[in-house]
C-alpha cells in the first residue's frame, strides 16, 4: 500500500495481528537513516508486535525504500511530517483500537518528535536505538562522523558509498529541539538499545530514559546499533512489554 503525504507517494505495508480480534492496536514502526522497511531489525520488531495482538504498518519514508524522494534530500522534518499525516490518517480506522509508534535509530528520533506532536493519538512509544543526538551534534558541527563548520553549513556532505546529503539535512537539524518533545510526552515508553552500539552510543538512552515521565529501558548486552548479535532478545523485550501493556 502507499500513503501519498504533500505529493510523495510512500510504500508501507499493513499486516494484521495473529489473533482475530475485531479491533486491536496498531503500532507503526519506521526505519532509520539508509534504512527500508525488510531489514531484519525491523521485520523482528513487527512478528513481536504481531504476537503480541497488534496490527502493524511498517513505512518507508522520504528517500528511502521504495519510497519517493531523493535521499540527499530528505531530513528529519519530512520524516515527523510524514508520520503525523499517516497518524491523522490511521487512528479512526474502523479495526485501530488505540496508536502506537516505534522506530528505529534516526526513525527513533522520528517518532519521538512525532508522539510529542500527536500526543492526544499516540497511547505509547518505541524508540530503538535512538539517534536523539542528531540535532544537538548539527549545532556543533558534527553528524554521522561528518565534521562541518555549523556557522558555514556546505551545500552538501558525501557520505562515501555513492551516498551524498544535502545541506538542508544539516540545517533542518540545528533547528530540532529534542528534550522538549521528550519532556511533553506523558504515555509509556520502551527504549530498547544495544550497550556495543558504535553509532549511538548506549548512554544516550540512558540520557533520554532519564527525560521521559513512564520510561523502561531495557540493554541489550554487547550489540550493536542494529541488534546484529541478539536480534531475538530485541524481540522478545519488545514482544513482553507491549503484552504486558496489552492486558494492563
Not at 1 to 20: I, Q, S, T, W, Y
Not at 172 to 180: F, R
Request: proline share 5%; glycine share 10%; aromatic share 8%.
Amino acid at each position: 500500500m502507499f500513503f501519498d503525504v504533500g505529493g510523495v507517494r510512500l510504500n508501507a505495508k499493513l499486516e494484521l495481528p495473529d489473533n482475530e480480534a475485531v479491533k486491536s492496536p496498531l503500532l507503526i514502526i519506521s526505519h532509520g537513516f539508509t534504512g527500508n522497511m525488510e531489514e531484519p531489525h525491523i521485520l523482528a520488531a513487527a512478528e513481536a508486535a504481531r504476537e503480541a495482538g497488534f496490527a502493524v504498518l511498517r513505512v518507508e519514508l522520504y528517500g528511502h525504500g521504495r519510497s519517493g524522494g531523493s535521499f540527499r534530500d530528505h531530513d528529519i522534518r519530512k520524516w515527523v511530517d510524514e508520520l503525523t499525516a499517516i497518524i491523522d490518517r490511521v487512528r479512526r480506522l474502523d479495526f485501530v483500537s488505540e496508536l502506537w509508534l516505534c522506530g528505529h535509530s534516526q526513525g527513533g528520533l522520528a517518532v519521538m518528535l512525532a508522539a510529542a506532536e500527536r500526543k492526544e493519538a499516540v497511547k505509547g512509544l518505541i524508540p530503538l536505538s535512538p539517534a536523539w543526538m542528531i540535532p544537538a551534534g548539527a549545532r556543533m558541527g558534527v553528524v554521522l562522523g561528518n565534521r562541518f563548520d555549523p556557522d558555514k553549513i556546505p551545500d552538501e556532505i558525501p557520505l562515501g558509498d555513492g551516498l551524498t546529503l544535502g545541506g538542508s539535512y544539516l540545517r533542518v537539524a540545528q533547528s530540532i529541539e529534542v528534550e522538549p518533545a521528550i519532556r511533553a510526552f506523558d504515555g509509556p515508553v520502551l527504549i530498547v538499545h544495544g550497550t556495543a552500539d558504535e553509532t549511538v552510543p548506549y548512554a544516550f538512552a540512558q540520557q533520554a530514559a532519564a527525560l521521559y515521565k513512564d520510561c523502561t529501558l531495557i540493554p541489550i548486552e554487547g550489540d550493536t546499533h542494529c541488534f546484529d548479535l541478539h536480534c531475538d532478545r530485541m524481540q522478545a523485550a519488545l514482544r513482553a512489554w507491549l503484552e504486558a501493556r496489552m492486558w494492563a
